[in-house]
């Protein structure tokens, strides 16, 4: 029952009972890949705020998973939960519409396919983007006879 690899420690965060707090994503990372077996490990880590959000968890939060995790781990592990930053992408794209179809209900179509790509429970840290999924399943809206072009920017000021 003890959490030997970081994916243990994943599968447990993630598991950790919702009567402690729910965490939304989770990341573990050994700074040290090269080190002996007795390293820190990080758990970078997000929650949900109420407007299903995702948002840094609260310090009660990882305090709850710490003291979680520690009735797991091996007696050598060190664990740090850190925050793990949240990045908001805005998608540019243009699309040409077949001459019988309503150019705003497309769009409105195709915008609500673009969230769904993006829903925020079927994707995980460090998961790419492929533009080229995300383009084709733009291209087979209904009433989209053309998808011009596809963009991705950043909607907040970089670090």
């Known amino acids: 029952m003890r959490n030997v690899t970081a994916d243990d420690y994943l599968v447990r965060t993630l598991s950790m009972p919702s009567k402690f707090g729910t965490i939304s994503k989770a990341l573990t990372q050994r700074p ?13 880590v997000l929650s949900i705020d109420v407007n299903k959000h995702l948002t840094t968890a609260s310090s009660t939060l990882k305090n ?12 050598g592990d ?13 998608i540019d794209f243009e699309i040409i519409v077949l001459p019988s179809f309503n150019g705003k209900e497309v769009l409105v179509r195709a915008i609500d396919r673009v969230k ?28 989209v006879q053309a998808l011009v072009d596809v963009k991705i920017k950043n909607n907040v000021s970089t670090r």
């Open 32 to 44: 040290n890949a090269g080190g002996d077996a007795n390293t820190t490990l990080n758990i970078f």
């Open 64 to 75: 709850n998973l710490k003291s979680y995790l520690n009735q797991y781990r091996m007696i």
């Open 78 to 90: 060190n664990i740090e939960i850190r925050d793990a930053f949240v990045i908001n992408i805005g």
């Open 116 to 143: 769904k790509y993006f829903d925020t429970e079927k994707w995980q840290f460090n998961q790419p983007i492929l533009l080229n999924d995300l383009a084709a399943k733009l291209s087979v809206v209904e009433g």
